[in-house]
């Protein structure tokens, strides 16, 4: 997939183009269905581009905290739409400046030079200054420039329109059950392996530290059943895992950290690129009563993961 950066106009093309346009943040389960109509209607010869945003455009313009952080990191988005086949991605820098864009000025100047045969988006879509034009608006500017505009009902769950915001919350909330039938996957978050305090190791539940997670949402502090996949050169293994996700206020912890331990793994992994996948919370983190009762609480949430899985239960 080719990635182009845009600052301010995109390059000139001249293949002939479907473009979705949006965020895609997650690529969740309602704008898999527009990835899906988009292949669908592809003919010989034509491309699938997306229009992507930098930044959530309420994040820029609002500062609202809500849309800072996001379900996928930037390359994990890439991979997500490369795998659905989609050969361009603009990546465009979504500022105050470009919020400022007529809805005009992005069909004619932003779109006008894509060569575009389609335009798939939701029945919600809203674009421009203000977010000035609904699909009807799109659809009018569009007829002007030859592009026709297909706009797909809303992917909803329990009758509510599935969302990258929504889905969001759930991860705050810890819900990881919702998360992953609204996505289609688990939340997961992939980022490095480094050197935590090495207590994890003398309480007898060694785990690996992650960091470069900034760009993700944080989950619900406490405790998950999850998946590792550790990558290696030219493949990756899977190893269930309970996950750590907080402040860690048992041994005086401040800063918001993501830790797991391993079901029947020993090694280094120090260096290496893992991702974890939250599958299911098991309990809130709690501020216990000295080392003891941590370790006492760790084994308890072992035995209680190892009898989900129907795991062999080896205590010394
Ligand atoms: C299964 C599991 C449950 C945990 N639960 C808590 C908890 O409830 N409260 C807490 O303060 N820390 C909790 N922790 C984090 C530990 O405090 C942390 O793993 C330990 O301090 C080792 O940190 P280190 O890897 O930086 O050496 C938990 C860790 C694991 C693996
Ligand atoms: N549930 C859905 N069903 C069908 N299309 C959707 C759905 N959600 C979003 N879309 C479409 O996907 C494209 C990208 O939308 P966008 O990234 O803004 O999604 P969103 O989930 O509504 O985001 P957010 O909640 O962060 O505002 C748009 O065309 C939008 O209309």
């Given at each position: 997939m080719e990635t182009i950066e845009v600052t301010a106009l995109p390059p000139a093309s001249t293949k002939p183009t479907t473009l979705l346009i949006g965020?895609?943040?997650?690529?969740h389960l309602g704008h898999q269905q527009l990835l899906n109509e988009a292949n669908t209607l592809r003919e010989s010869g034509e491309e699938i581009a997306v229009f992507g945003f930098s930044d959530h455009p309420l994040w820029v313009?609002?500062?609202?905290?809500?849309?800072?952080?996001?379900?996928?990191?930037y390359q994990d988005k890439l991979h997500l739409l490369e795998h659905a086949s989609?050969?361009?991605?603009?990546?465009i820098y979504f500022t105050k400046e470009y919020a400022q864009i007529t809805p005009e000025q992005f069909v004619?100047?932003?779109?006008?030079?894509?060569?575009?045969t389609r335009v798939i988006v939701g029945e919600g879509f809203q674009f421009g200054k203000g977010r000035n034009a609904d699909v009807r608006g799109l659809a009018n500017l569009c007829k002007e420039q030859g592009i026709s505009v297909i706009t797909l009902p809303h992917v909803t769950f329990d009758n509510e329109k599935i969302s990258s915001t929504e889905i969001r919350n759930n991860v705050a909330k810890g819900r990881m059950e919702s998360v992953q039938a609204l996505l289609g996957r688990p939340f997961e978050t992939t980022g490095v392996v480094v050197k935590g305090e090495a207590l994890g190791r003398q309480l007898g539940f060694p785990t690996l530290n992650l960091a470069e997670i900034e760009e993700y949402v944080e989950p619900n502090p406490g405790v998950y059943l999850g998946v590792v996949e550790v990558h290696y050169e030219k493949s990756s293994a899977h190893y269930f895992s309970l996950i750590s996700a907080g402040y860690r206020p048992t041994v005086n912890g401040e800063t918001y950290k993501v830790e797991a331990y391993l079901l029947d793994f020993s090694g280094d992994l120090y260096g290496r690129n893992i991702t974890v996948k939250y599958l299911r919370f098991m309990r809130g983190e709690e501020n216990f009563n000295g080392l003891d009762e941590l370790v006492e609480n760790m084994k308890e949430d072992e035995r209680n993961a190892r009898q989900i899985l129907g795991l062999d239960i080896n205590e010394e």
């Open positions: 965020k895609f943040d997650g690529l313009l609002k500062e609202d905290s809500k849309y800072e952080k996001s379900l996928s990191s989609v050969d361009r991605y603009y990546h004619r100047e932003q779109l006008g030079q894509l060569n575009l």
